[in-house]
């Protein structure tokens, strides 16, 4: 099995994210030990945001890096335990609201497409949109 960067990596729909994530300088601690739980956005969602976003927080590492670490939950939450949220705080440190009530999962405003795909560091839960700290 592979780190999460690395899983990433391999699933080839997230290059907006690992770009980020290579960007930030953020490769090191996710191929950490961990656990990890990454809500990780696809390249579909990263193209919702608003026309230029992506490039300017490429240049603004500092918010680039809190909106990165807003997707990451300190731990290894499987889908089995998500549903028993309503909330988890993440790395950045605020936390994300969690919404199991209608059979899916939504994170915020994203809906989770595709749960638990492991890493041998953790898990990443698929999302359709990229989650904004307030």
Known sequence: MADIVDTAVNAGSFNTLVAAVKAANLVDTLKGAGPFTVFAPTDEAFAKLPEG??????QD?????QILTYHVVPGKVTASEVVNLTSATTVEGSSVKIDASNGGVKVNDATVTTP???????VIHVIDKVLLPA
Do not use: R, S, Y
Request: charge should be negative; aromatic fraction near 0%; avoid cysteine.
């Open 53 to 58: 976003t992506v490039d300017g927080l490429l």
């Open 61 to 65: 590492i500092p918010k680039l890096t």
């Open 116 to 122: 638990d795909v492991a890493a041998d560091n953790g």
